[in-house]
């Protein structure tokens, strides 16, 4: 062995999160029948390795928000910045999850992680440690030469995951990516996502409609106000506030709740519904 | 379901290797071989005196006969080039011309029209045209060919290329993949099938078409021309043989372009079973 280790050799100095900011975000959809205003004066500042979820009702915008911070949409206004630098296209230092896996279906599970350092300048093996690695990392050794459709939908989501933590992004943007799964599988790949996020330092912001979800895994959550999608309140989470079942837990997500349904813009009747839903179910408002 | 299940990875289920369109071992041959010793019964029984009916005993000197000239290894040797010609001069132009439709709306809208109704005219159709500006040489049997080739590849390229689904080419672009990547790395896989089924589709085609272009003009060699020749002669194991040849090749292209497509297909295998 040669005593020149190549970067990838040994295990990476975690990556330090980046630092995003944004001001005076707006967006709005151009349509036949006229203009959309689906977000409006986002202000949002995340601290490197901050973990931040962005929650509300469906139709709030908070999907389009994680969009134009993908960079998948640069006709915007205001300002997105990723450590002062402004985004306006997709960008490696920014990996993205959807609620969906999107993997490849034509690929591997190895050769759709792979796939995330094709712009990547690094030798054959290096990228092949890179992959394995990060596999490893979501629990996938032994699944390389699996396709997406052998998989179940956890397994598939965590390979999206590894696609998307192979390039050791500065951020990590998570949309529902739980959202498809059962329960059970929920709650595990949400303990898998916060050990992963103390192995990886990168900083993440969620996107959910799940409250609970959002109080085990944050730092801070947002709520989302709809039409337009408007920051109704920030709320911050305690380290005591991380049990499920701490009072601190449950008088948080009672707050997020009626932050949640503060909201103006639902009809009394959805109102009624959505109150009768969550104390029903305990969480998970849409 | 226990959490173990949940939690431990799940491969679902074992997954069959793909399985190819096969002869049936030897189901597939009952009905061949019925059908061959009825004829041979009606043959032995002289019925249509000696014109319909050859014996399988006369189409067994006929074969050994057209081997031993060389006759019908020349005419199927032609014919498989000509075909070979057509799938790689139409099919390259099928291709191009609907990845090129597929990818830039000004072409779609100025070839499109004419293509859709060149399309609708059947080969037959062709033949006159192509017989009066060509003469009855090789020019016109190769364009035939060529033109059967290109329809079905033009048609299922222009599809497939289409039909890359938005979420697929999203994904490319969050991992940084320019125009050309995506083109490569998203497009051209997801439209993989399609071209695939327009290949085994112009691959059954050419083969029809070229026959049948050979049968109609009848000069030269080809396995379309032995049989025409062998009516015109009154030799009935001559077209016999030829017919049966077409058949057997027929079949022998269609379990080639399965072969060759079934393992670039693997990744579908359970989307097609489930």
């Not at chain 1, 995340?46 to 709030?60: D, I, L, Y």
């Amino acid at each position: 062995m040669s005593s020149i280790t190549s970067p990838v050799a040994r295990r990476p100095a975690p990556t330090r999160g980046g630092a995003l900011s944004l001001s005076g975000v707006g967006k709005t959809h151009r349509l036949a029948e006229g203009e959309l205003e689906v977000l409006r004066d986002v202000h949002l500042s995340v601290a490197p390795g901050e973990f931040v979820s962005v929650v509300g009702a469906s139709g709030c915008g908070k999907s389009t928000l994680l969009r134009l911070i993908a960079g998948l949409d640069n006709a915007y206004a205001g300002e997105i910045r990723l450590d002062d630098e402004r985004i306006l296209s997709p960008s490696l230092d920014r990996g993205l999850v959807f609620q969906d896996h999107r993997l490849f279906p034509w690929m591997t599970v190895e050769q759709n992680v792979a796939a995330a350092l094709l712009k990547r300048r690094l030798g054959r093996e290096a990228k092949r440690k890179l992959v394995a690695e990060n596999l490893a990392l979501v629990g996938l050794t032994g699944f390389e030469r699996a396709y997406p459709h052998q998989l179940s939908g956890g397994m598939a989501q965590r390979a999206a995951i590894a696609r998307a933590l192979v390039n050791e992004p500065k951020v990590l943007l998570l949309d529902e990516p739980f959202g498809a799964l059962d329960a059970l599988t929920r709650l595990k790949l949400q303990e898998e996502l916060l050990a992963l996020r103390r192995r990886t330092n990168a900083t993440v912001l969620l996107v959910t409609h799940d409250v609970e979800e959002a109080l085990f895994l944050s730092d801070r959550v947002v709520v989302l106000q709809p039409r337009p999608g408007r920051i109704a309140q920030i709320l911050t989470v305690g380290a005591s506030a991380r049990e499920r079942t701490s009072p601190a837990f449950g008088r948080l997500k009672e707050e997020l709740l009626a932050a949640l349904m503060a909201g103006p813009s639902p009809a009394p009747l959805d109102l009624a519904r959505r109150r009768q839903a969550s104390s029903a179910a305990g969480g998970g408002v849409g | 379901m226990s959490f173990s299940a949940q939690s431990g990875p799940a491969m679902t289920g074992s997954h069959p290797s793909f399985r190819l369109p096969r002869l049936g071992g030897l189901k597939a041959l009952i009905l061949p071989v019925l059908l061959f010793l009825t004829w041979d019964l009606l043959a032995r029984r002289d019925v249509g005196h000696g014109m319909i009916f050859v014996s399988l005993a006369d189409l067994g000197r006929a074969l050994v006969e057209a081997v031993r000239s060389g006759d019908l290894p020349r005419n199927v040797g032609v014919s498989l080039l000509r075909v070979a010609f057509g799938l790689v001069v139409g099919g390259a132009l099928g291709v191009l011309l609907g990845a090129a439709m597929a990818l830039s709306r000004p072409l779609d809208r100025l070839l499109g029209p004419v293509l859709h109704a060149l399309r609708q005219v059947p080969t037959l159709g062709w033949i006159p045209l192509l017989g009066l500006w060509f003469g009855y040489g090789e020019t016109p049997k190769l364009l035939i060919a060529a033109k059967a080739a290109m329809f079905p590849l033009l048609l299922n390229a222009y599809e497939g290329l289409k039909g890359a689904k938005a979420i697929h080419l999203e994904a490319g672009r969050v991992l940084g993949f320019g125009g050309w990547d995506l083109f490569w790395r998203v497009r051209l896989p997801s439209a993989l099938p399609m071209l695939l089924t327009g290949l085994q589709q112009a691959m059954a085609f050419t083969w029809i078409a070229c026959i049948g272009v050979e049968i109609l003009f009848g000069a030269g060699p080809g396995i379309g021309s032995m049989i025409e020749h062998g009516q015109i002669q009154g030799r009935m194991d001559t077209v016999l043989l030829g017919v049966v040849f077409v058949g057997l090749i027929a079949y022998a292209i269609t379990a080639l372009s399965n072969r060759l497509i079934a393992p670039a297909l693997r990744w579908r295998e359970l989307k097609e079973a489930s």
